[in-house]
């Protein structure tokens, strides 16, 4: 069965620092993996995916991710935050139709 | 920008009732699906649902919920008695196809008393 794993539950930061979130995943077959993020009583975004080609993905505000086939991460980053990126941040991956969703890391920047 | 919107964002109910939750996904997507973030936990996947069926629903997803496409824009979960354990946030998703992905609705906190 596929799963993924979030490693950190928090993560928090300086304003202007870089950051990374950690999602690992298993999985026996071709995998689609996603970054979400929900901001304080809303709904999840997202923020950008990986379905085939280059590893290296570019999503929206700023963060990007790669996909390592041999260490089975899709790790998110950025490589300097804002107050506005405080969220909570939830790693998926795609399973037959449904998403299985990692644990969360809440993102805390502070000033 | 297109969006699914879900209706009511708040829904309280007394354990033992019914609650019908809406959604209205993206006009143009085939695929819909309800899922449920208890407080401080992770997303779940309930139910999938595409041309008119559910094609895909978890161990969560009893006899007490139905799912439905009353027409060619609402998309409901309906939890016939409610229990304590169904408080939760419910989000609405729907995606043009299976491999997409999938656009979340706000959600509605269901709060069973």
């Known amino acids: 069965a596929q799963s993924v794993t979030q490693l950190d539950s928090q993560v928090p930061v300086f304003e202007e620092a870089p950051v990374e979130l950690r999602c690992n995943y298993s999985s026996s077959v071709s995998v689609y993996l996603f970054w979400y993020v929900q901001y304080p009583n809303q709904g999840l975004q997202l923020l950008l995916k990986y379905l085939s080609g280059s590893t290296l993905v570019k999503g929206i505000n700023g963060f990007e991710a790669e996909f390592n086939k041999s260490q089975t991460s899709f790790h998110l980053r950025k490589p300097s935050v804002h107050i506005s990126d405080t969220a909570e941040y939830f790693c998926a991956v795609r399973s037959t139709d449904k998403l299985i969703f990692g644990t969360g890391t809440r993102l805390q920047v502070f000033p | 920008e297109p969006e699914v919107t879900q209706t009511p964002s708040h829904q309280v109910t007394q354990m033992g009732q019914e609650v019908i939750l809406r959604c209205v996904p993206i006009s143009n997507h085939l695929y819909f699906y309800w899922y449920r973030q208890i407080l401080g936990q992770k997303v779940e996947f309930l139910v999938s649902f595409y041309n008119n069926e559910i094609s895909e629903k978890s161990e969560i997803f009893d006899d007490q919920f139905s799912v439905e496409r009353p027409d060619g824009s609402n998309f409901t979960l309906k939890i016939r008695s409610t229990k304590l354990e169904d408080s939760a946030m419910y989000f609405c998703?729907?995606?043009?196809?299976?491999?997409?992905?999938?656009?979340f609705g706000p959600g509605t906190r269901l709060t069973v008393l």
């Open positions: 998703a729907s995606s043009e196809n299976r491999l997409n992905e999938q656009f």
